[in-house]
């Protein structure tokens, strides 16, 4: 194992290492012991632990760790396309894609670098820009704060001649007791986009999401805070955004989990998608210019 930055006296660090398959994983590590893990393969974030070592994000008992395809559960990143809406594979490519170690990334504003992190670089390969003709530079930093909340900060930059328009998600899939027990606030009143009715646009009438059956809408233009509550487990998920309008909610429930190889028939109770992205509104660049998406996780305990 190599030493890549941080620090590595038992006050936290970033450590870089193999999985079986040859890939190679990012741990981060604060001074209090909580941990994230990140894989080249895709810039996912595969795991993110408390300092009890109480995993937070959902991976499937039947994820495949076997590129290209992205691993169900942790944060897939859903770039250039979300979803289906374009003609890219679902999702895009960014999250069955390699990425590289970024070691020396342009300065990031307001971002200090004492705390564990990791810079991933993605730019596309001749076979990308067949597909999608426009070149850009993908940087990721994944840092992990004293208070073990998980920050994720994506740039996107057009290196290219010509204005392109993309989507965004982090698709992240949060770890819950059980999906009856969960409620998402901060949605109130929104409109929403269904994908399970073509896309239409609805209102949210509740006073929060609760769950009874299949979800899968974008929430148009939330604020910026989002509390994904679990009651069983007395604990609060708190979602902060920045630069991602909308926010995706989704949870396959028990027929389309059947449905979904690798994930287990059952496993819908113990997952729940709720992602800072941009979607309605594609972000687009210039030549030149910049986009910059934050996403901050933390949990807090509720009653
Ligand atoms: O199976 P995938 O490609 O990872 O996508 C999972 C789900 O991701 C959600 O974000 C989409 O809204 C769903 O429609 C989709 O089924």
């Given at each position: 194992m190599n030493q890549q930055g941080g620090e590595s006296d038992g006050r936290g660090g970033v450590e870089v290492s193999k999985d079986r398959n040859g890939i190679e994983q990012v741990i981060l590590r604060n001074n209090r012991g909580a941990s994230a893990r990140v894989s080249l393969h895709g810039g996912q974030v595969l795991s993110w632990k408390t300092e009890r070592g109480e995993e937070l994000l959902f991976t499937s008992s039947k994820a495949i760790f076997n590129p290209p395809k992205a691993v169900r559960g942790g944060i897939p990143i859903c770039f250039p396309q979300f979803g289906n809406r374009g003609s890219l594979e679902q999702h895009g490519f960014a999250r069955n894609r390699m990425w590289t170690i970024d070691k020396n990334p342009p300065p990031l504003p307001n971002e200090s670098n004492a705390k564990p992190h990791i810079d991933?670089?993605?730019?596309?390969?001749?076979?990308?820009?067949?597909?999608?003709?426009?070149?850009?530079?993908?940087?990721?930093?994944?840092?992990?704060?004293?208070?073990?909340?998980?920050?994720?900060?994506?740039?996107?930059?057009?290196?290219?001649?010509?204005?392109?328009?993309?989507?965004?998600?982090?698709?992240?899939?949060?770890?819950?007791?059980?999906?009856?027990?969960?409620?998402?606030?901060?949605?109130?009143t929104l409109d929403y986009l269904d994908n399970l009715y073509q896309k239409e646009r609805f209102t949210e009438q509740g006073d929060a999401l609760t769950?009874?059956?299949?979800?899968?809408?974008?929430?148009?233009?939330?604020?910026?805070?989002?509390?994904?509550?679990?009651?069983?487990?007395?604990?609060?998920?708190?979602?902060?955004?920045?630069?991602?309008?909308?926010?995706?909610?989704?949870?396959?429930?028990?027929?389309?989990?059947?449905?979904?190889?690798?994930?287990?028939?059952?496993?819908?109770?113990?997952?729940?998608?709720?992602?800072?992205?941009?979607?309605?509104?594609?972000?687009?660049?210039?030549?030149?210019?910049?986009?910059?998406?934050?996403?901050?996780?933390?949990?807090?305990?509720?009653?």
């Amino acid at each position: 194992m190599n030493q890549q930055g941080g620090e590595s006296d038992g006050r936290g660090g970033v450590e870089v290492s193999k999985d079986r398959n040859g890939i190679e994983q990012v741990i981060l590590r604060n001074n209090r012991g909580a941990s994230a893990r990140v894989s080249l393969h895709g810039g996912q974030v595969l795991s993110w632990k408390t300092e009890r070592g109480e995993e937070l994000l959902f991976t499937s008992s039947k994820a495949i760790f076997n590129p290209p395809k992205a691993v169900r559960g942790g944060i897939p990143i859903c770039f250039p396309q979300f979803g289906n809406r374009g003609s890219l594979e679902q999702h895009g490519f960014a999250r069955n894609r390699m990425w590289t170690i970024d070691k020396n990334p342009p300065p990031l504003p307001n971002e200090s670098n004492a705390k564990p992190h990791i810079d991933l670089l993605l730019k596309p390969s001749e076979d990308d820009l067949k597909i999608w003709p426009h070149s850009f530079e993908f940087r990721l930093r994944v840092s992990l704060a004293a208070e073990g909340y998980l920050s994720i900060i994506s740039r996107v930059r057009n290196v290219n001649s010509k204005p392109f328009s993309f989507s965004f998600a982090y698709h992240t899939y949060l770890s819950i007791s059980d999906i009856s027990e969960v409620r998402v606030e901060g949605l109130e009143t929104l409109d929403y986009l269904d994908n399970l009715y073509q896309k239409e646009r609805f209102t949210e009438q509740g006073d929060a999401l609760t769950f009874e059956s299949e979800v899968d809408r974008v929430y148009l233009d939330s604020c910026n805070t989002v509390a994904v509550l679990d009651h069983e487990r007395k604990r609060t998920f708190v979602i902060r955004k920045d630069g991602l309008p909308d926010v995706v909610v989704w949870n396959p429930w028990e027929k389309k989990a059947k449905a979904v190889g690798d994930l287990g028939d059952e496993e819908y109770k113990q997952m729940l998608c709720v992602d800072g992205a941009a979607v309605e509104k594609p972000i687009t660049l210039k030549p030149g210019e910049e986009w910059t998406g934050r996403l901050e996780l933390s949990v807090v305990p509720s009653t």
